[in-house]
């Protein structure tokens, strides 16, 4: 989350472009440059591959998600070529090293010299000619200190990891430090890491670094299934009522948008929901709603409960207003009717927080870099005034149920220690995960956070 307060990094402006990019190595440096001018604040951005046939869209989404990745390894990589700090070039010399270096250190279908050749092209035409040899002597330099690919990475200084296995390194060595050398390695930022060592063990913190590395498979909450899936489209995962999905990605979309007992959901978001299915809430408000993920789940536990979901965003508003348009149970209000209209009538509130996504790296993959102490002050802030407006949406007897999907204690449990002395909250059937990946996208799971408040008048839990 951007902080309003921080003074933005000015450097040289970007070249303006009057024409769509032609190419995918064009597009992503583009969209590269914007996010180096605002780095480490970048912001989730969709890729606009209209330009672009089919081949090269894919091209270009592969390309711009090792960039983002791997910002951090590549940066280190490049760094060794320079006599100056990266982050003192302008920011489309600093978008066309770092789309050059993930080419040749991430994607081994690209031949190395069409690598090179396309990045120097790019920083001719981007910038100046001159540029063209800069890149062409950092790349070349990168290229050299790349060896052969190896097994799994063993936290050394003579490799990096990759989503599979790791990349031998000719020449240099990553730190000596064991968390900066994991920072380095992984693209995690060292502050981050430095804050999850007050919580959570080593060992915790390297699974979790590395399990932001790989592509996440994408997981179906298949716990309510009516009638079986296409035959071939899924494989099992290790977490009961959930399934890979591995059919065609373009299948999947008109699919969830067919049927309602299926939705893609990771094991360990869907836990928040699962640890509290034996209560019997009549009335449920589902206050940061999002695309409705959750809302499915809700709906599909408490069979007999009348459901009101929102969201503040007004994307996301619209997207749950479809989602479930002349839905019997579930009834879209924005925020300022669902106040009005539904002050302490719920048994049940739940707060799918906005928070740091540091459960999630693989999927929120420019989180890390924007979570920073200040964006981490401001979003406690945030989740505070939720629980706190909350309460007066609660019948008699009503429960929330407060959840992230971050590992920052700051976030969980700190927040429940607050709600237990500042609102006066009974803190019960609290539960974490943390993310980890063991290799395999059938035992992959996402980390997330959940907890049950009661108002301490009552408690039923």
Not at 55 to 66: E, G, I, K, V
Not at 153 to 166: C, E, F, I
Request: net charge positive; proline share 6%.
């Amino acid at each position: 989350m951007p902080d309003p307060k921080r003074p933005q990094r000015r450097s040289r402006r970007p070249r303006q472009h009057t024409t769509a990019p032609t190419s995918a190595r064009g597009l992503v440096a583009e969209v590269l440059t914007q996010q180096a001018a605002r780095f480490p604040e970048i912001e989730p951005l969709d890729l606009d591959t209209a330009s672009l046939d089919s081949r090269d869209a894919a091209l270009a989404h592969a390309l711009y998600d090792a960039s983002i990745r791997r910002w951090l390894t590549l940066e280190y990589l490049i760094q060794q070529g320079l006599n100056r700090p990266f982050r003192e070039l302008e920011p489309a010399l600093q978008a066309i090293l770092i789309l050059g270096a993930a080419q040749l250190v991430l994607l081994d279908r690209i031949p190395p010299h069409a690598a090179l050749d396309q990045s120097v092209e790019l920083a001719k035409r981007a910038l100046r000619p001159g540029a063209g040899n800069l890149v062409n002597a950092v790349l070349r330099r990168v290229n050299a200190s790349i060896g052969d690919r190896s097994g799994p990475w063993h936290n050394d200084r003579r490799s990096v990891p990759l989503a599979s296995g790791s990349r031998d390194l000719i020449g240099i060595k990553l730190p000596e430090n064991e968390r900066q050398r994991l920072s380095v390695a992984t693209s995690v930022p060292l502050p981050l890491i430095d804050r999850w060592a007050n919580d959570h063990s080593q060992t915790e913190i390297t699974d979790a670094c590395l399990h932001s590395l790989a592509n996440p498979p994408t997981v179906l909450n298949v716990s309510y299934l009516q009638s079986p899936l296409p035959e071939g489209s899924t494989a099992p995962h290790d977490c009961k009522g959930h399934a890979l999905w591995i059919g065609q990605r373009d299948d999947l979309g008109p699919l969830l948008l067919e049927r309602d007992d299926v939705w893609a959901q990771d094991a360990s978001s869907a836990e928040a929901v699962r640890s509290i299915e034996d209560l019997k809430p009549k009335r449920i408000i589902d206050l940061c709603a999002g695309q409705g993920t959750k809302t499915r789940q809700l709906r599909a536990t408490f069979t007999e409960a009348q459901i009101i979901a929102t969201d503040v965003d007004q994307a996301r508003f619209a997207t749950l207003s479809k989602v479930f348009e002349n839905d019997d149970r579930v009834n879209v209000l924005s925020m300022a009717e669902l106040r009005h209209a539904e002050r302490g009538k719920a048994d049940l509130v739940l707060l799918d927080v906005p928070c740091s996504n540091t459960g999630v790296m693989g999927r929120r993959v420019e989180s890390r870099y924007r979570s920073t102490p200040a964006a981490l002050k401001r979003l406690k802030s945030i989740q505070r005034q939720i629980i706190q407006d909350s309460v007066s949406l609660l019948a008699k007897s009503g429960w929330i149920l407060y959840a992230t999907c971050s590992i920052d204690h700051a976030e969980n449990q700190s927040q429940m220690i607050w709600a237990s002395k500042a609102l006066q909250m009974s803190v019960s059937r609290e539960r974490a995960s943390l993310p980890t990946t063991r290799g395999n996208p059938e035992s992959s799971v996402d980390g997330s956070y959940s907890v049950l408040l009661t108002p301490e008048r009552s408690q039923r839990a």
